[in-house]
């Protein structure tokens, strides 16, 4: 399982940011798959998180209507679309994954299985 996240990188406050994310080595409409994030001093937190079967989706309360999550099947990749972006959501961003057939929320809270590298997103004027 590998997991290749990118977009990052500086937008001004208010803007938007797609991150892209290509998995390999399994397929995402059968794992559950999403992004957390980690914030220089913070623990990780989990940002946006999609059950395998795709019927369940988690937002963090901080991102829920400002962030959106989608998946294209056939090129295997995940997006996250962040739009009215804050200084807070300075973070590295993280690509996750895992077989578990948990709700989101519940995998969240346990930890997800499988990582990619985090790609760096920096919200300032």
């Known amino acids: 399982v590998q997991l290749q996240a990118s977009g990052g990188g500086l937008v001004q406050p208010g803007g938007s940011l797609r991150l892209s994310c290509v998995a390999s080595g399994f397929t995402v409409n059968n794992y559950a798959i999403g992004w957390f994030r980690q914030a220089p001093g913070k623990e990780r937190e989990g940002v946006s998180v999609?059950?395998?079967?795709?019927?369940?989706?988690y937002y963090a309360d901080s991102v829920r209507g400002r962030f959106t999550f989608s998946r294209d099947n056939a090129k295997n990749t995940v997006y996250l679309n962040m739009d009215s972006l804050s200084p807070e959501d300075t973070a590295v961003y993280y690509c996750?994954?895992?077989?578990?057939?948990?709700?989101?929320?519940?995998?969240?809270?346990?930890?997800?299985?499988?990582w990619g590298k985090g790609t760096l997103v920096t919200v300032s004027s």
């Open positions: 999609v059950s395998s079967d795709g019927r369940s989706i």
């Open positions: 996750v994954a895992d077989e578990k057939k948990w709700p989101p929320s519940a995998l969240v809270n346990y930890g997800m299985e499988y």
